[in-house]
């Protein structure tokens, strides 16, 4: 993608960022830079976007509406973006942001998946976000994926999903760093901190009968963070409408957890 953008507006970038290259513009900065004919050929075909709220916005005419009221949106909001990081691997990426909104009153996670097979090329970008900090509401996402067997996580990824899974309060907190969180879609708000902090969300996530299971859809992982987007079928004992979830989860220098952050629109029947 930085290869179609102006020199003026990876000039900004590099500014904002405070690195001396870019190897992807992150979306939202290449959303609000004006340049609208380098993002749409950033596509390697016609755009394609799953917005959590907007849906399916596939083509030309469809992703030049969605940019223009995004711009408009951002200004009459005065919204912010904080860079939560992102990677770029051979054939997809993955980007942390949050989206301060209305002065900073409302702050609001948000991750987005990018599949670029062909050349750096985007095929497809995926938005994943809670609609709880904007509207106090969950809304029903369904699968923007189909579960796939061949998707494997190795290592402490493997074994957080087994306890969650299983519903093992035990086993999932032994995954983390001593001083490991995990955030809920929701945000720092409902963040959960350390040993004791951890348990007590996940004796809370499991009081509905058991574990969460989850449908393995697609994996990016460059062996510090990893991207696992997932379906959401089943909570304990409760079956739930397929949902399409990510979570994003951060190693640390042991190699345990020293990040679980979740960004899907599921609502807890706790």
Same mark, same amino acid.
């Given at each position: 993608m930085p290869d179609l953008f102006s020199a003026r507006a990876l000039e900004r970038l590099l500014e904002k960022r405070r690195r001396a290259e870019v190897v992807a513009v992150p979306f939202f900065d290449g959303l609000l830079s004006g340049e609208l004919d380098a993002?749409?050929?950033?596509?390697?075909?016609?755009?394609?976007?799953?917005?959590?709220?907007?849906?399916?916005?596939?083509?030309?005419?469809?992703?030049?509406?969605?940019?223009?009221?995004?711009?408009v949106w951002f200004a009459e909001h005065e919204v912010s973006i904080e860079d939560g990081g992102h990677v770029v691997l051979e054939t997809r990426g993955f980007e942390e942001v949050v989206l301060h909104i209305d002065g900073g009153?409302?702050?609001?996670?948000?991750?987005?998946?990018? @599949?670029?097979?062909?050349?750096g090329r985007l095929t497809e970008l995926r938005i994943y976000y809670s609609?709880?900090?904007?509207?106090?509401?969950?809304?029903?996402?369904?699968?923007?994926?189909?579960?796939?067997?061949?998707?494997?996580?190795?290592?402490?990824?493997?074994?957080?999903?087994?306890?969650?899974?299983?519903?093992?309060?035990?086993?999932?907190?032994?995954?983390?760093?001593?001083?490991g969180y995990a955030r809920e879609p929701a945000g720092d708000p409902y963040r959960h901190s350390g040993t004791r902090g951890l348990r007590t969300f996940y004796e809370q996530l499991f009081s509905n009968g058991g574990g969460i299971p989850l449908e393995h859809?697609?994996?990016? @992982?460059?062996?510090?963070?990893?991207?696992?987007?997932?379906?959401?079928?089943?909570?304990?004992?409760?079956?739930?409408?397929?949902?399409?979830?990510?979570?994003?989860?951060a190693r640390g220098p042991s190699g345990k957890l020293a990040a679980a952050r979740i960004y899907d629109d599921v609502d807890p029947p706790l």
């Amino acid at each position: 993608m930085p290869d179609l953008f102006s020199a003026r507006a990876l000039e900004r970038l590099l500014e904002k960022r405070r690195r001396a290259e870019v190897v992807a513009v992150p979306f939202f900065d290449g959303l609000l830079s004006g340049e609208l004919d380098a993002l749409l050929e950033s596509f390697a075909g016609e755009p394609l976007l799953h917005h959590p709220v907007l849906g399916r916005i596939q083509g030309r005419q469809a992703f030049e509406a969605y940019v223009a009221e995004m711009n408009v949106w951002f200004a009459e909001h005065e919204v912010s973006i904080e860079d939560g990081g992102h990677v770029v691997l051979e054939t997809r990426g993955f980007e942390e942001v949050v989206l301060h909104i209305d002065g900073g009153a409302v702050a609001l996670p948000l991750a987005i998946v990018a @599949d670029h097979p062909h050349d750096g090329r985007l095929t497809e970008l995926r938005i994943y976000y809670s609609s709880w900090p904007v509207t106090g509401r969950h809304a029903v996402r369904p699968p923007l994926l189909q579960s796939d067997s061949t998707v494997r996580t190795s290592g402490v990824i493997a074994e957080y999903q087994s306890a969650l899974a299983a519903g093992d309060v035990d086993a999932i907190v032994s995954t983390f760093e001593a001083d490991g969180y995990a955030r809920e879609p929701a945000g720092d708000p409902y963040r959960h901190s350390g040993t004791r902090g951890l348990r007590t969300f996940y004796e809370q996530l499991f009081s509905n009968g058991g574990g969460i299971p989850l449908e393995h859809c697609s994996v990016a @992982d460059d062996g510090h963070t990893c991207a696992l987007e997932y379906n959401v079928t089943r909570w304990g004992k409760t079956d739930l409408p397929p949902q399409a979830g990510v979570a994003v989860y951060a190693r640390g220098p042991s190699g345990k957890l020293a990040a679980a952050r979740i960004y899907d629109d599921v609502d807890p029947p706790l």
